[in-house]
C-alpha cells in the first residue's frame, strides 16, 4: 500500500488531536534519553536539552569518517558525549577502519555504536561487526565499551539479526567489555515488548535502549529512513497506510511511550529536526 503524502505538516496533527496529558500519570521517574544526529545539523546541536548527556552521529552510507570526527569534536567542545555509528560495511579495510579509530582516540571517544552499515556492497573486506571486533584495534584506540544495533522489528539485511546480536553480546562478555543495545526506531510496540521478554528470558542483562521517532509527520519519516539506509520500520509505515493511531505515533510519540515495557532508557531520532524534537522533548519530559 502506498503511502499518502501531503505537503503540509498540519495533515497528520489534524488527524488526531486528542489531549496525551494522561499518558504521563504512570510514570514514575525521570526517564533518561540520548539523541541522534546527522552531521550536517551539527549546528543545531544547542537546541539539544540539557539532560541529554548523549548524542550518537549517524555514519549514512557514503559517509566519510572525517565528517564523523569532526561532529564529535564539535559536540565534545560543548560538553555532551558523542557517541559515533561505526558501519563495518564502509571501510575498504583495517587501514581505513585504523585512521578512523584514530582520529576519534584524539577527540577523546571511548563508546561507539558499530553496526553493519547501510551499504548493500561491502567497500571492502570488512563485511559486519564481528569483522571488525577481531581486528583488536578499539583497545589500541581506546574505545573501551560498546553499543550494539538491536532490531526488534527485523532487519532486512539481515536474516538473523537477534542471533548475530547474541554472539556479539557473548564477545563482549567473555572479554569483560561494557555493552548495550540500542535499537531502531520501534513503531510495533507489542513486537518491541515481546523482543525485551525474549532477550532477558534468554539471560540477556545488558542495558536496552529502545529508539523512539521524534515528532515529524509520515513523508518526513520515509525520507529519513531512505537517507540512512533504513528498510523495516519504512516496511512497517508503508503497511500502516493511514492507520490512524500510527499517524500519532508520528506526529507525537507519546503513546508509543506509554506502552512500552522494560527499557533501560530511550533514544530519540529526530526525524521532524531537532529543533522541534527538542522542544517536543522537554515538554515530555517536565509533564513526566
Not at 559536540?75 to 584514530?102: N, Q
Not at 571511548?110 to 571486533?133: K, Q
Not at 507489542?190 to 542483562?205: C, F, H, M, P, Q
Request: glycine share 8%.
Amino acid at each position: 500500500m502506498e503511502i499518502l503524502t501531503t505537503d503540509s505538516d498540519s495533515f497528520e496533527s489534524d488527524m488526531f488531536m486528542e489531549s496525551t496529558d494522561y499518558l504521563y500519570e504512570n510514570i514514575e521517574q525521570k526517564t533518561v534519553w540520548s539523541m541522534e544526529i546527522l552531521p550536517h545539523n551539527i549546528n543545531d546541536v544547542p537546541f539539544i536539552p540539557d539532560f541529554v548527556n548523549e548524542v550518537y552521529i549517524t555514519m549514512i552510507p557514503g559517509a566519510a569518517c572525517w565528517e564523523t570526527i569532526e561532529t564529535a569534536k564539535k559536540i565534545e567542545s560543548v560538553g555532551k558525549l558523542a557517541v559515533p555509528h561505526i558501519a563495518a560495511r564502509s571501510f575498504a579495510g583495517v587501514t581505513e577502519l585504523e585512521a578512523c579509530l584514530s582520529g576519534l582516540q584524539e577527540v577523546g571517544i571511548e563508546r561507539a555504536l558499530l553496526i553493519g552499515g547501510g551499504n548493500s556492497v561491502p567497500a571492502g573486506e570488512i563485511t559486519c561487526v564481528m569483522d571488525m571486533l577481531k581486528t583488536g584495534l578499539f583497545a589500541k584506540y581506546g574505545i573501551k565499551s560498546f553499543d550494539f544495533a538491536g532490531h526488534p522489528e527485523g532487519n532486512p539485511d539481515d536474516p538473523k539479526p537477534e542471533f548475530h546480536l547474541l554472539e556479539k553480546l557473548r564477545w563482549t562478555e567473555e572479554r569483560g567489555i561494557p555493552a548495550r543495545i540500542v535499537t531502531q526506531w520501534c513503531l510495533d510496540t507489542d513486537v518491541a515488548n515481546t523482543w525485551i521478554s525474549r532477550l532477558r528470558e534468554k539471560g540477556i542483562l545488558n542495558p536496552i535502549h529502545l529508539g523512539i521517532p521524534g515528532p515529524s509527520t509520515l513523508k518526513t519519516l520515509m525520507r529519513f529512513a531512505k537517507v540512512c539506509g533504513v528498510k523495516a520500520s519504512s516496511t512497517v509505515l508503508r503497511k500502516q497506510g493511514l492507520n490512524i493511531s500510527k499517524l500519532l505515533f508520528v506526529n507525537k510519540p507519546d503513546k508509543i511511550i506509554s506502552a512500552l515495557r522494560g527499557y533501560d532508557q530511550l533514544h530519540l531520532y529526530p526525524f521532524g529536526g531537532i529543533e522541534r524534537s527538542s522542544a517536543w522533548l522537554n515538554e515530555w519530559q517536565t509533564k513526566s
